[in-house]
């Protein structure tokens, strides 16, 4: 199953909210109606799960990983990303 493709919300400015699994089987992008989940297979330890999350969901956007700002969630499931 591949990740679905997100690129209708790369815009700049766009604020992108999430739920994070973090040492999942694979890491992997679904859509739960509008609710996007991202399981990773890293461990939330030392900022790896986020950065493991920052990696997957630029590329289900098709952007470079260095526009994606976390700005909520640094330690909780529930992140809110801003695409610059």
Same mark, same amino acid.
């Not at 999942?24 to 996007?36: F, K, V």
């Given at each position: 199953? $591949?990740?679905?493709?997100?690129?209708? =919300?790369?815009?700049?400015?766009?604020? +992108?909210?999430? /739920? #994070? *699994?973090?040492?999942?089987?694979?890491? !992997? +992008? *679904? =859509? @739960? %109606? @509008? =609710? +996007?989940? !991202?399981?990773? &297979?890293?461990?939330?330890?030392? %900022?790896? !799960?986020?950065?493991? #999350? +920052?990696?997957?969901? !630029?590329? $289900?956007? %098709?952007?470079?990983? $260095?526009?994606? &700002?976390? =700005?909520?969630?640094? &330690?909780?499931?529930?992140? #809110?990303? /801003?695409?610059?």
């Amino acid at each position: 199953m $591949s990740d679905p493709d997100l690129s209708h =919300l790369a815009r700049e400015g766009a604020l +992108i909210a999430l /739920r #994070v *699994t973090p040492r999942a089987r694979r890491n !992997a +992008i *679904t =859509l @739960e %109606g @509008e =609710l +996007i989940r !991202a399981h990773v &297979t890293a461990a939330p330890e030392d %900022g790896k !799960a986020n950065q493991a #999350v +920052i990696r997957l969901l !630029a590329k $289900s956007l %098709g952007v470079a990983k $260095s526009r994606l &700002t976390l =700005l909520r969630g640094a &330690t909780s499931r529930d992140k #809110v990303f /801003r695409l610059d």
